[in-house]
């Protein structure tokens, strides 16, 4: 009878081993762990339930709406610090460097935050030159019959503004074939004088003193009175009018006209220089019940001590 025979096994030689084993341990990563249904299954509920929440509080946090940019910054390096400490597959390095990275964001966001905000607009109106009324001639036709227009073209030969460099703020034409022209500074109306009468074209011209200035008080209630809107000044806009002396407190009511509102009306009022520079500033102003607009009303020249002269005229341009 034949017996089976039992296969004999292949037993690595002892020098393989020994290299197969010191070949391992010079390279512990070279081989990673592949997931297996074992090794996920080994995985802890606990540690599955803090993933999962860390996720879903961090869509919350992206999807979150905050007040500013400052509160988002703060609240994402929370979350991605929380992340980096909840990471344990990542390299100490990595790890690291993302956490200095994002605080270094959160150091930058905090000083932006301390930093003072430059509002566009209130920079704008501090930025603004202190304006001043204008320094105004009266010019005279030598004939009555010649119209404004001819003055204006006598004006513009006599000058020639874009030769000499004269500056003209505004130029306005007015009844019996007057123009009045507004200067800037008193050497400019000085300058601007000497080079029209020097020339021969029959033309007068003579200076205006400049009256106080004119404000409008827009859509305030019709029982407010002068002595009303005065007394909220003193007492309800401190911070404007504070630093008002006695001269500036000069008011007078000049007209009033009608807003859209009927219960409301626009009150046109003269002030003093210095109380017209603190209301245009202030651009808004709080009387009785109401924060109110001021405007600038003042026209290009408001104290003539001609009687014959019609302020209702046209403003033009000079054409350089």
Request: glycine share 4%; proline share 4%; charged share 30%.
């Amino acid at each position: 009878m034949f017996g089976l025979r039992t296969p004999t096994k292949n037993k690595p030689s002892p020098s393989t081993s020994v290299t197969d084993k010191e070949t391992e341990a010079e390279l512990p990563s070279a081989r990673e762990p592949t997931l297996t249904p074992v090794n996920e299954a080994q995985t802890s509920m606990g540690e599955k339930a803090t993933i999962l929440s860390q996720t879903e509080e961090s869509r919350k946090i992206v999807n979150k709406v905050y007040r500013s940019r400052i509160t988002e910054a703060a609240a994402l390096q929370q979350s991605a610090l929380a992340q980096l400490n909840a990471a344990r597959n990542l390299r100490g390095d990595i790890k690291t460097a993302v956490t200095v990275a994002v605080k270094s964001y959160a150091e930058v966001a905090a000083v932006a935050r301390t930093e003072p905000r430059n509002d566009c607009a209130r920079t704008a109106i501090n930025d603004r030159p202190d304006r001043t009324g204008l320094y105004s001639l009266i010019v005279e036709p030598g004939e009555e019959t010649e119209a404004a227009e001819d003055t204006v073209q006598k004006i513009r030969c006599s000058l020639k503004a874009k030769d000499h460099g004269f500056k003209i703020e505004k130029l306005q034409k007015i009844k019996g074939g007057k123009v009045v022209i507004g200067c800037g500074t008193e050497e400019e109306r000085k300058r601007v004088r000497e080079r029209i009468t020097h020339e021969d074209n029959g033309l007068t011209v003579k200076e205006l003193n400049n009256k106080n200035p004119l404000v409008r008080f827009k859509d305030l209630l019709k029982y407010n009175t002068i002595d009303d809107i005065k007394k909220a000044l003193k007492t309800q806009n401190k911070a404007t009018t504070g630093n008002l002396t006695g001269e500036d407190w000069l008011m007078t009511e000049k007209h009033r006209q009608n807003a859209r509102n009927t219960h409301e009306c626009h009150v046109i009022v003269q002030v003093s220089p210095g109380m017209w520079k603190a209301l245009t500033r202030a651009q808004k102003v709080h009387i009785d019940l109401q924060r109110v607009w001021v405007e600038d009303r003042s026209p290009l020249y408001s104290a003539l001590s001609v009687s014959d002269t019609d302020t209702q005229g046209s403003t033009v341009k000079l054409k350089n």
